[in-house]
Every structure is written in structure tokens, then in C-alpha cells.
């Protein structure tokens, strides 16, 4: 069990890869591949319950009196992405609704699969699943605001509380109690411990299926409004080049540890996509640009998990 479980962590970048090139590969091929959307949420609750279940969630309430860690997260997600968002949309045509769909997915801060590669990367799982009411709530309130101060206050009316909240008792909430129970069971008794065994082989596997879920399921989506989403791509990658870089900043300014540090850059590096898309439909005359604009994001962001997962690790050595 051990040796397998090894041999997964140790071909895990090399098994995301050939999820995202299989998914989208899938996706384009199959037109009808937008309906595995409806398993995309219960595949990341078995993710994050993987996840979850390798974190010693007792030290949870100790990690919410980590001040320094929360200031890193402020700054590197509330004051300098949106800063950096607000300069790079600038670059992009004077479309409201591409630049909308481009600012919804770059200032909210992702709360579920980051914490799965955060994981991965060897940066402080823990403290960042502590900090998901804080990420979520701070966004809910902020939200609006960046988007009124960067666009005109006439979009602030559009983001609603009921998708975050939807999300967090479902992505987060859910697997994190189920978890808690696993780990309760695993203490108790020998022989829920021996099978509890069984868990630590999901991660790797379980973040693979929701790679190739997400990019089977939005390629359709892309392709309803491509030309829109390509002119988005560029800005994009340059958030990716940019974000881990701004968490680098925001850990050196509260003097984090590295195992933290990589927790800010995987926090600033990745968006709420999956939460923020529900706002999309709902805005009059949005479908299918602003979708798709915010799909191209989960797309790129993805294909630079092989690269984080490699890179974050060595900028933050310790």
C-alpha cells in the first residue's frame, strides 16, 4: 500500500498532465462531454475529503490565531491581485462584459481544490483550510467593491452571497465533517485505522478525476464563445506568471516560514472559478461570453499546476 501510494506522489505531475490533455482532448472530441459538468461538484468532495482526511484537522483552531498567515493572505489576494487585475484588464479590448468575466474569476480566491495543491506542493494545507471562512467571507464583501471601483458601480448589484454559500457548505463543510468523523473512527479503533489506509491512496488519483472532469466539461462551453475567451487567455497567463511571485512578496513582508509561504503563493496563484461561474448565468446577457471567459481561466490555471507543483516548492526552500 505504502510503496503504491509512493509511486503515485512520486508520478504525480506527470499523471495531472496527461488528466488535463485527456479532458480536454475529451471535451473537444465529445460535444456531449458538458453533461459530466453535473459530477464536477461530488468529485470535488471526494477530492477534498482525500485531502482533508491527510490533515490534522485538531490543529485547525490553533491555525486561526496565526495572524501573520492571515496578513499574507490579505495582502496577496485583497490588496495586490486586484491591484494587478485591475492593471492587466487594461491590455484587454474595451468589451464590459469580457472585462466583467475577466475581473469576476481574478479577485475571487479559490476555497476548495487549492487546498488539494497546496498539498501537493508541500506548502501548509492545513493553515489554508483554516483560513477558507476567512477567504470566503472577506471576497463575498469585497467582491463588489473591487468590481465598482475598477468597472462603475453599476455592476456591484450582480454578485450574490447564495453561490458562495452553496460552495462552502458543500465543498467545504461536507467533506471537512466527514473527514473529521474518518479521523475520530481511525483513533478509536485499529481496525478503522487499517482500513483508513485505503484513503491515503485518493488524493493523487481523486485530483486527476477532477482535472479531467473540469476540462471534459468546459471545453464545450469555450467553444461557444472562443474568440472571446482567447483575447482572455494572454491575460491569463500573465496572472499565472505574476501571482506566485505577489505570494513570495506577501510571505517575505509577514516573515512566514516556507511551508506557509507556499500556501500564500498557491492561494494567490488560484481562483474561485467553479463558484464565481453560477454568477455568470445569472447576469443578463452574459451567456455565452462571460462562461466562457471564466472557463478559459480554470483551463490555464490547471495547465500550470505541473509547473506550480515543481516551481513554488523551490521558491520557497526549507
Request: net charge positive; proline share 7%; with cysteine.
Amino acid at each position: 500500500m505504502e510503496t503504491l501510494r509512493s509511486a503515485l506522489e512520486t508520478r504525480q505531475v506527470m499523471i495531472y498532465f496527461m488528466a488535463i490533455i485527456g479532458g480536454a482532448a475529451f471535451g473537444l472530441a465529445v460535444p456531449a462531454a458538458s453533461a459530466l459538468e453535473s459530477i464536477m461538484n461530488p468529485s470535488l468532495v471526494v477530492m477534498l475529503f482525500a485531502t482533508f482526511l491527510q490533515v490534522p484537522l485538531v490543529e485547525i483552531a490553533a491555525a486561526l490565531r496565526n495572524v501573520r498567515f492571515i496578513g499574507a493572505l490579505v495582502v496577496a489576494n485583497f490588496v495586490v491581485m486586484p491591484l494587478v487585475s485591475a492593471s492587466l484588464i487594461q491590455l484587454l479590448p474595451a468589451d464590459p462584459m469580457l472585462r466583467l468575466g475577466v475581473l469576476f474569476v481574478l479577485l475571487a480566491p479559490c476555497i476548495d481544490y487549492v487546498i488539494t495543491f497546496t498539498h501537493l506542493g508541500r506548502g501548509n494545507a492545513r493553515l489554508l483550510l483554516a483560513m477558507t471562512p476567512v477567504l470566503l467571507f472577506l471576497q463575498m464583501l469585497l467582491l463588489p467593491l473591487h468590481l465598482g471601483f475598477i468597472l462603475g458601480g453599476e455592476v456591484a448589484h450582480i454578485v450574490e452571497a447564495g453561490p458562495f454559500l452553496h460552495a462552502f457548505i458543500w465543498l467545504i463543510v461536507v467533506p471537512l465533517v466527514l473527514a473529521a468523523v474518518v479521523q475520530a473512527l481511525m483513533r478509536r479503533s485499529e481496525t478503522a485505522a487499517k482500513a483508513g489506509a485505503v484513503f491515503d491512496l485518493l488524493p493523487v488519483p481523486a485530483t486527476a478525476f477532477v482535472l479531467f472532469v473540469v476540462l471534459a466539461s468546459v471545453m464545450p462551453q469555450i467553444g461557444l464563445a472562443q474568440g472571446v475567451a482567447l483575447h482572455a487567455a494572454p491575460i491569463y497567463i500573465a496572472f499565472a506568471l505574476i501571482a506566485p511571485l505577489v505570494g513570495k512578496f506577501a510571505a517575505s513582508l509577514m516573515r512566514l516560514d516556507a511551508v506557509s509561504a507556499r500556501a500564500v503563493a498557491f492561494s494567490a496563484s488560484y481562483r474561485n472559478s467553479l463558484v464565481i461561474l453560477p454568477l455568470a448565468f445569472a447576469v443578463p446577457g452574459g451567456v455565452p461570453v462571460l462562461p466562457a471567459v471564466i472557463l478559459a481561466q480554470t483551463i490555464v490555471e490547471l495547465c500550470f499546476l505541473p509547473v506550480y507543483v515543481r516551481v513554488i516548492p523551490r521558491l520557497f526552500r526549507g
